[in-house]
């Protein structure tokens, strides 16, 4: 038997092939130093304070920042796509003003677009996604298939509702004026209960990043203590140290997974 080669995820680019996809996040140097850097300080300051061997500590930061970038890779992901979603709700916000003033469809997106321009600058995703709406408009692309494209490449389930819903609604001649008031006020109140929950979490994730902190403070007072028996690398010290760390280590894993939010 063979196995299966790997497919290669090929990212796509739009109707127009000038459009991003925001399933993936292409990291740039900056972010492989970045995302390198945090899990190699972190583990190397770990180890130290811990076992007190130079060397030990270099090789488990090195493996800690490697494993780091791609947890980077994400988080960066995640985060543009949080942003993504927040600059759509101020093109729902623009377009519900455009529509109130009577524009049609072509002239509520481009009033819509220097909005945006204004408010999030030219090279924000929301500006980017809004010039290819209008460029597809005047290429002849039905907006419904150029809001879905979006939609599908957002990887955000209140685009894609939206998206449904105006295509439905712009067929059908219902109200669309009322479907973006309607999409606008929906992700509002979404926001708001998230941030109100985070909030509530904010004493919580606190007091689980001092927990994680501690074992560290106790291992340096120890030591300042002049204490010897703690930081000595004997053999029983070395498994009851690695024990701990596990233990803390799955703590914090579950902790986080306690306190996050998902959008």
């Known amino acids: 038997m063979f196995k299966k080669k790997k497919q290669t995820y090929l990212p796509m680019r739009g109707l127009l092939g000038n459009a991003e996809d925001y399933h993936v996040y292409h990291m740039k140097p900056v972010d492989y130093l970045a995302g390198f850097g945090i899990g190699f300080a972190g583990a190397f300051i770990v180890i130290y304070v ?4 130079l060397l030990f500590s270099a090789m488990i930061g090195v493996i800690s920042g ?8 994400q988080y960066r992901l995640n985060k543009r796509k949080q942003v993504l979603l927040m600059e759509f709700r101020d093109l729902l916000e623009s377009l519900t003003t455009s529509y109130s003033s009577g524009r049609n469809t072509m002239d ?5 677009y220097q909005d945006l321009l204004d408010l999030h600058g030219e090279h924000s995703d929301i500006v980017k996604e809004a010039r290819i709406i209008l460029g597809g408009i005047a290429n002849n692309f039905v907006i ?3 809001l879905n494209d979006f939609a599908v490449r957002s990887d955000l389930e209140d685009v894609s509702s939206f998206a449904a819903i105006f295509e439905s609604c712009n067929r059908q001649g219902g109200n669309i004026k009322q479907v973006v008031w309607d999409a606008r006020k929906i992700i509002n109140d979404k926001i708001e209960i998230e941030m109100e929950i985070k ?3 904010t004493e919580k994730e606190n007091e689980l990043n001092v927990m994680m902190v501690m074992p560290l403070v106790i291992m340096i007072a120890l030591n300042g203590l002049g204490s010897m028996t703690a930081v ?3 053999f029983v010290n070395i498994v009851v140290k690695l024990i701990a760390l596990g233990v803390f280590a799955i703590a914090y894993i579950i902790g986080r997974k306690i306190v996050k939010i998902k959008m």
Request: charged fraction near 15%.
């Open 199 to 201: 909030t509530m979490l």
């Open 108 to 112: 509520a997106f481009a009033e819509s």
């Open 66 to 73: 490697t494993i780091a970038i791609g947890y980077y890779q």
């Open 232 to 234: 000595s690398n004997t």
């Open 144 to 146: 419904e298939d150029l």
């Open 50 to 53: 811990f076992f007190r061997v």
